[in-house]
């Protein structure tokens, strides 16, 4: 859970420092702009499993829709409001506080990624955060991770951590991690005989 507060935190300190044109660029969320996956990272923060309950509905218990269905009530916040929401809101409640922690960290991790990668504004995300989202995302059941995965021998090259057995698809941790969550972005930072399979894999959930 600190962790997951901690990653909040640098993320709005990052969104501090961008300008409204950046506000408007595409993410690596396809179809999202930075402010909308802003918008979905706090989305979740004001309701609690009621509120989930009540967007399950609305949405068709479809899980595809949930998001877009608790996007489209902040999509049209300002940038300065999304900020103030996210330091409001700096360790998780609700949903986001599943897993212990786990949820939000995951979820603030990758999007944080998603805007720094389409922004080229590259960090190094903190090794610790990476040595508990990356095991973690290969078992969510809303990311791709674990199909992405199957099959496939992941090494991370920065940390001491490896997954599955078959051909060995290695690179740092953080690219791992947002390949195998469908980031055709981070395809080029791997290597090995397995990347080809990853690389058709991703690309066919696009």
Known sequence: MQAATDERRDLADFLDTLTADQWVQPSLCEGWT???VVAHVVSYEEIGYLG???TAVRAGFRPGCLNRVRLNAYREREPEQLVALLRDHLTPSGLTAGAGGRIGLTDGLI???DIRRTLHEPREAPADRLAVVLPYSLRAPVLPSKGNAAGLHAIATDLDWQHGDGPEVRGPAEALLMAFAGRCDA???LDGPGLDTLT?????KR
């Open 52 to 54: 989930v309950a009540a």
């Open 111 to 113: 999007h944080h990624q």
């Open 187 to 189: 395809l080029a930072d």
């Open 34 to 36: 930075v402010r909308d």
């Open 200 to 204: 058709d894999r991703v690309k066919a």
